[in-house]
């Protein structure tokens, strides 16, 4: 029998240790810019909560060790000279622990206790486990020793301000094991149905059955590829509140929700291995479609946000996904994507498009998912050229929908819609040499530093030959060592930290290659996959990175990045292999 691999070693302070399922994740990262000293269990239910703090003990003084944390996709590891304490997921909602020679101090993070916030702990009479009710996440945790001993109880009952917790000691044979659950209102009491070492196995079958699935083309040459997917594999949650489906996150650190653009690039590097998987991403903002057609702006577990909404790139996404699925959708399941895609299109054409205008308009940057380029920085409710472009591609892909469904009016209508578009477009806001901005109230027009507005380059084969020459020409000048600066790097405006006015982001990466690729500039298109690749096996899947010296920046366990990747990756692994493949597949 072929042995397991344990998965990628990854760094805590970089990627939290999760698994598929979880909503909980153990990490020293509590809040955005906020690092602990010690691992804590982080919920992401109701939010962002750090729950509980564990802390090795050294078993002779009962303080603090100083350990080595080390973690693959499979356990996670304190290492002392004393001894050590390993974790590990038994299922989604329950962790196994394991110790010898060091102790584990489990206590509530937060101290204060109102009648509102905080956690409150008690020792269970039915079956004498220890219980963490935390009013943040509105979930218990038990806590259940299997072995060993329990001392230094603190807290139990209590109200106010004070610790709460429990210490974990070795037994008579030098270890201890416990089991952690986070769940509802109650549950039988805990019983271990296997060892430690079970555990452990059965966590590293699981992910690799999922490597395999997702990055089956995986190798040396690829060195990253293997991390790429426990970052989307951690980072998926079932569905629980209004998450509707299981679901990738975008990150079990502070960026926590699903974004309605950002799970396109999740449901695409999922599709070929993980189909089903893939479409619930697709699928999911569609689950909250307001009577406006309009998708949200975000949705977590338990809040969906409307204040803005996202760019329509769900057109370019789904005439993708549908090319990547190895079984095409079935009648029923086209027709009711179909009737999504075109209330989403519908509102762009509605309630955003003025009367008598061709063109539609975001009201704020937010609403292009490029929230602060320098595109907006003269008004904010703006025509773009980007926003033309993704819609055509939603149209033309409503289109190909039509016809498939026998609804050859539909098709026709949304053909003449696209055209019509597309023309708007080049004789609205093209200039010859470049693609400008208008202000939907005062008519004026601008052009900017910013990569967005080359980003027509997505239109790919629909565009005029000189008019994508002149994109990408314009769009080389943005590539920097690393990949595609979001504002080219001389601006006056560049910013090394300025989320879209400098860092590269992969979204605006896997957009521009497939359009240029789309459009005949190969060597340009591969190019940029390139340097995106080494700069991801070299700085990890930041949620964006300083254009000028590859640093991550911000969220460091981003997963639409692990997910552009892994895109950029296998589509050069199969041109490799097969140098005359369609370079739009």
Same mark, same amino acid.
């Given at each position: 029998?072929?042995?397991?691999?344990?998965?990628?070693?990854?760094?805590?302070?970089?990627?939290?240790?999760?698994?598929?399922?979880?909503?909980?994740?153990?990490?020293?990262?509590?809040?955005?810019?906020?690092?602990?000293?010690?691992?804590?269990?982080?919920?992401?239910?109701?939010?962002?909560?750090?729950?509980?703090?564990?802390?090795?003990?050294?078993?002779?003084?009962?303080?603090?060790?100083?350990?080595?944390?080390?973690?693959?996709?499979?356990?996670?590891?304190?290492?002392?000279?004393?001894?050590?304490?390993?974790?590990?997921?038994?299922?989604?909602?329950?962790?196994?622990?394991?110790?010898?020679?060091?102790?584990?101090?489990?206590?509530?993070?937060?101290? /204060?206790?109102?009648?509102?916030?905080?956690?409150?702990?008690?020792? @269970?009479?039915?079956?004498?486990?220890?219980?963490?009710?935390?009013?943040?996440?509105?979930?218990?945790?038990?806590?259940?020793?299997?072995?060993?001993?329990?001392?230094?109880?603190?807290?139990?009952?209590?109200?106010?301000? &004070?610790?709460?917790?429990?210490?974990?000691?070795?037994?008579?044979?030098?270890?201890?094991?416990?089991?952690?659950?986070?769940?509802?209102?109650?549950?039988?009491?805990?019983?271990?149905?296997?060892?430690?070492?079970?555990?452990?196995?059965?966590?590293?079958?699981?992910?690799?059955?999922?490597?395999?699935?997702?990055?089956?083309?995986?190798?040396?040459?690829?060195?990253?590829?293997?991390?790429?997917?426990?970052?989307?594999?951690? /980072?998926?949650?079932?569905?629980?509140?209004?998450?509707?489906?299981?679901?990738?996150?975008?990150?079990?650190?502070?960026?926590?929700?699903?974004?309605? !653009?950002?799970?396109?690039?999740?449901?695409?590097?999922? /599709?070929?291995?993980?189909?089903?998987?893939?479409? @619930?991403?697709?699928?999911?903002?569609?689950?909250?479609?307001?009577?406006?057609?309009?998708?949200?702006?975000?949705?977590?577990?338990?809040?969906?946000?409307?204040?803005?909404?996202?760019?329509?790139?769900?057109?370019?996404?789904?005439?993708?996904?549908?090319?990547?699925?190895?079984?095409?959708? @079935?009648?029923?399941?086209?027709?009711?994507?179909?009737?999504?895609?075109?209330? !989403?299109?519908?509102?762009?054409?509605?309630?955003?498009?003025?009367?008598?205008?061709?063109?539609?308009?975001?009201?704020?940057?937010?609403?292009?998912? !490029?929230?602060?380029?320098? &595109?907006? @920085?003269?008004?904010?409710?703006?025509?773009?050229?980007?926003?033309?472009?993704?819609?055509?591609?939603?149209?033309?892909?409503?289109?190909?929908?039509?016809?498939?469904?026998?609804?050859?009016?539909?098709?026709?209508?949304?053909?003449?819609?696209?055209?019509?578009?597309?023309?708007?477009?080049?004789?609205?806001?093209?200039?010859?040499?470049?693609?400008?901005?208008?202000?939907?109230?005062?008519?004026?027009?601008?052009?900017?530093?910013?990569?967005?507005?080359?980003?027509?380059?997505?239109?790919?084969?629909?565009?005029?030959?000189?008019?994508?020459?002149?994109?990408?020409?314009?769009?080389?000048?943005?590539?920097?060592?690393?990949?595609?600066?979001?504002?080219?790097?001389?601006?006056?405006?560049?910013?090394?930290?300025?989320? !879209?006015?400098?860092?590269?982001?992969?979204?605006?990466?896997?957009?521009?290659?497939?359009?240029?690729?789309?459009?005949?500039?190969?060597?340009?298109?591969?190019?940029?996959?390139?340097?995106?690749?080494?700069?991801?096996?070299?700085?990890?899947?930041?949620?964006?990175?300083?254009?000028?010296?590859?640093?991550?920046?911000?969220?460091?366990?981003?997963?639409?990045?692990?997910?552009?990747?892994?895109?950029?990756?296998?589509?050069?692994?199969?041109?490799?292999?097969?140098?005359?493949?369609?370079?739009?597949?």
């Amino acid at each position: 029998m072929t042995a397991v691999r344990p998965g990628p070693a990854f760094s805590l302070h970089d990627i939290p240790f999760s698994t598929r399922g979880s909503w909980f994740d153990i990490s020293p990262v509590l809040a955005e810019n906020t690092l602990a000293d010690d691992l804590h269990l982080v919920s992401h239910q109701n939010g962002m909560h750090a729950v509980l703090r564990l802390v090795p003990l050294e078993p002779t003084t009962g303080d603090r060790a100083g350990t080595r944390v080390a973690a693959t996709a499979s356990v996670l590891g304190w290492t002392h000279e004393s001894g050590h304490v390993d974790l590990a997921y038994e299922a989604a909602d329950t962790v196994r622990l394991r110790g010898t020679g060091l102790g584990l101090r489990v206590t509530a993070a937060a101290r /204060a206790l109102t009648p509102f916030t905080g956690t409150y702990f008690y020792r @269970d009479p039915v079956d004498g486990s220890y219980v963490f009710t935390s009013y943040e996440t509105g979930r218990r945790y038990r806590v259940t020793v299997l072995s060993g001993v329990v001392d230094d109880v603190v807290g139990s009952q209590a109200i106010g301000e &004070t610790e709460r917790g429990l210490t974990i000691a070795a037994g008579a044979d030098g270890g201890w094991e416990a089991a952690v659950e986070e769940f509802d209102s109650a549950r039988r009491p805990y019983r271990a149905r296997t060892t430690f070492g079970g555990v452990v196995a059965a966590a590293e079958q699981a992910f690799a059955g999922f490597a395999d699935a997702v990055a089956p083309w995986r190798s040396s040459s690829a060195p990253a590829a293997e991390l790429a997917v426990y970052v989307l594999w951690s /980072a998926t949650v079932d569905p629980a509140g209004l998450v509707t489906r299981p679901a990738v996150l975008m990150s079990k650190h502070w960026m926590d929700k699903v974004w309605s !653009w950002d799970h396109c690039f999740n449901a695409l590097a999922l /599709a070929p291995g993980v189909p089903a998987l893939a479409r @619930d991403q697709f699928s999911l903002p569609f689950d909250h479609q307001d009577e406006s057609g309009a998708l949200p702006d975000s949705v977590t577990h338990s809040e969906v946000l409307r204040n803005f909404v996202k760019p329509p790139i769900h057109g370019w996404t789904l005439s993708r996904l549908r090319r990547r699925l190895p079984e095409p959708l @079935d009648h029923l399941e086209l027709a009711d994507t179909y009737d999504r895609l075109r209330r !989403w299109t519908d509102f762009w054409l509605t309630a955003r498009r003025a009367p008598d205008a061709a063109l539609p308009h975001y009201q704020h940057g937010n609403d292009s998912g !490029w929230d602060n380029a320098t &595109t907006f @920085d003269p008004e904010r409710v703006v025509v773009t050229a980007d926003l033309a472009a993704f819609l055509v591609l939603q149209l033309r892909e409503l289109a190909v929908l039509a016809t498939e469904l026998r609804r050859d009016d539909d098709a026709r209508d949304w053909t003449r819609t696209a055209d019509a578009t597309q023309a708007a477009l080049l004789d609205e806001l093209w200039t010859g040499e470049r693609f400008v901005a208008r202000g939907a109230h005062s008519g004026e027009t601008w052009s900017s530093s910013s990569l967005l507005d080359l980003m027509p380059v997505v239109l790919g084969e629909h565009l005029p030959e000189d008019v994508a020459k002149t994109l990408a020409a314009r769009i080389e000048a943005h590539l920097t060592p690393y990949g595609l600066a979001t504002e080219r790097p001389d601006s006056p405006h560049y910013r090394p930290d300025g989320y !879209w006015r400098g860092p590269i982001w992969a979204p605006a990466t896997v957009l521009i290659e497939d359009g240029l690729r789309r459009c005949g500039h190969q060597r340009l298109a591969d190019e940029i996959s390139a340097r995106f690749r080494w700069l991801c096996e070299t700085h990890g899947f930041a949620e964006n990175f300083d254009a000028l010296t590859g640093r991550g920046l911000r969220d460091r366990a981003y997963t639409w990045t692990a997910a552009a990747y892994l895109l950029l990756t296998e589509e050069h692994v199969r041109r490799e292999a097969s140098p005359a493949t369609d370079p739009g597949a």
